[in-house]
C-alpha cells in the first residue's frame, strides 16, 4: 500500500521534526586532562660552563651535552655527578679539588673524579686522591686520554635508567643451555665443543665416562681440551687441605698403667700445690738467713718457722689425714 496515495491513513513523519517520544542522550564527559609526571633528568649530559675547551667535549657523540649552571663538572644523572682533575694541575694547584669537593658536599649520592693520568710520576698523587676519595665517598675513575674520559661519561649516563638485570649474568632456561653450560665450565672449551661432544656420545654420562682416546676423536677437540675435561669430571671434589688432614690420621690415645681416676689426679695436683708453696717459702727462709751476716749464737733458741710454712704444713697434714 502506498502512503501517498490518497484515502491513505497511516501518518507521516517529517525528516526534520523530532520525535517526541525518544529520549535525550546524555552528554558526553569529556576527561580532564593530566599533567604528565615530570622526567627524572634531562636526556643530556649537563656541562659546567668552566668546561669549555675541555678536549673531552668534542669526543662525546654518542649522547648529546649541552651548558648548564651546575656546581658540578658534569652532570649525569638524577643524583650522579662528575668532577674532572688533571694531575698536571694537580701538582701545581693542590688545594683545588678540596674547594671543589667542599662545593658538593650533600648534593649528589655518585659522586665521580675524573682524573687525567698525563704525568710521568703519578703514584703519589694518586696515592693522596685515594686518600681524599675514602674519606669524603668520592668515586675515582683514571683515564688515560680524552675519547676514555668521554666514554665514561657517555655509559654512566646512557645506565642511568637501566635496571639491574642488565648486568645480572643470564641463568639458563633450558635442559641444553644447562648442558651446555655445565661442559663449558673447563677452560679453553666453548660452546662449539660442546655441542660436538653431546652428538658424538649422545648423552653427559656417556660423555663423562669415555677414555681420553675416545675424547681425542671428537672434531675439535686437542689434547689440551681432552685433559682438562678429563680432569674436571674425574678428579675428587675435596681441597687440597682436607687430603692433608685425613691422609695423616691422628692416632688413638694410649691407656697408660698410671692412669687414675680424676679425683685421684686432683688430689694429687693439690698436694703437689701445697708441697710447691712450702718449698717457696724454704727457699725465701734460707735466703734471708744467708743474707744475715752474722751466725746464731749458742744456747739461743731456734727462730720460729714462718707463717707461710707453717699455714701449707697444716693444710698438707689435713689433706693427708
Not at 701545581?92 to 665521580?112: D, F, M, S, T, W
Not at 655509559?155 to 639491574?164: D, T, V, W
Not at 717457696?280 to 707461710?308: L, Y
Amino acid at each position: 500500500m502506498d502512503p501517498q496515495r490518497p484515502g491513505n491513513s497511516l501518518p507521516t513523519r517529517t525528516v526534520d521534526s523530532p520525535a517526541s517520544d525518544t529520549p535525550e542522550r546524555p552528554k558526553v564527559q569529556q576527561p580532564k586532562p593530566q599533567a604528565l609526571a615530570n622526567r627524572s633528568g634531562p636526556s643530556s649530559i649537563l656541562v659546567s660552563t668552566r668546561q669549555k675547551g675541555n678536549p673531552i667535549l668534542s669526543h662525546i657523540k654518542l649522547i648529546p651535552w649541552e651548558y648548564a649552571d651546575i656546581p658540578a663538572d658534569y652532570v649525569v644523572g638524577a643524583t650522579t655527578c662528575a668532577m674532572f682533575l688533571s694531575l698536571k694541575y694537580h701538582r701545581l694547584h693542590p688545594e683545588y679539588i678540596y674547594a671543589r669537593v667542599k662545593q658538593l658536599a650533600g648534593k649528589y649520592n655518585l659522586r665521580l673524579v675524573l682524573v687525567m693520568v698525563d704525568i710521568q710520576n703519578h703514584e703519589d698523587s694518586l696515592r693522596e686522591l685515594s686518600k681524599t676519595s675514602i674519606i669524603n665517598n668520592l668515586t675515582l675513575i683514571l683515564c688515560w686520554s680524552a675519547p676514555e674520559a668521554a666514554h665514561y661519561l657517555e655509559l654512566y649516563k646512557s645506565s642511568e635508567n637501566a635496571q639491574p638485570t642488565a648486568i645480572r649474568a643470564q641463568q639458563p632456561q633450558t635442559y641444553k643451555e644447562s648442558l651446555v653450560e655445565f661442559v663449558t665450565v673447563p677452560r679453553s672449551i666453548n660452546k662449539s665443543d660442546a655441542a660436538s661432544l653431546i652428538s658424538t656420545f649422545g648423552s653427559l654420562q656417556n660423555a663423562i665416562n669415555a677414555q681420553p682416546e675416545q675424547i681425542s676423536a671428537v672434531p675439535g677437540w686437542g689434547e689440551k681440551k681432552v685433559q682438562q675435561w678429563c680432569n674436571a669430571v674425574r678428579e675428587d671434589f675435596r681441597v687440597e687441605g682436607a687430603k692433608k688432614s685425613s691422609a695423616v690420621p691422628r692416632p688413638p690415645p694410649v691407656a697408660r698403667a698410671d692412669d687414675r681416676p680424676p679425683q685421684d689426679v686432683e688430689e694429687e695436683d693439690e698436694e703437689e700445690a701445697i708441697l710447691r708453696a712450702v718449698l717457696e717459702e724454704s727457699r725465701k727462709t734460707a735466703a734471708s738467713e744467708a743474707a744475715k751476716s752474722s751466725a746464731p749464737r749458742a744456747g739461743q733458741e731456734p727462730e720460729e718457722m714462718s707463717d707461710g710454712i707453717t699455714a701449707a704444713l697444716a693444710r698438707l697434714r689435713e689433706n693427708g689425714g
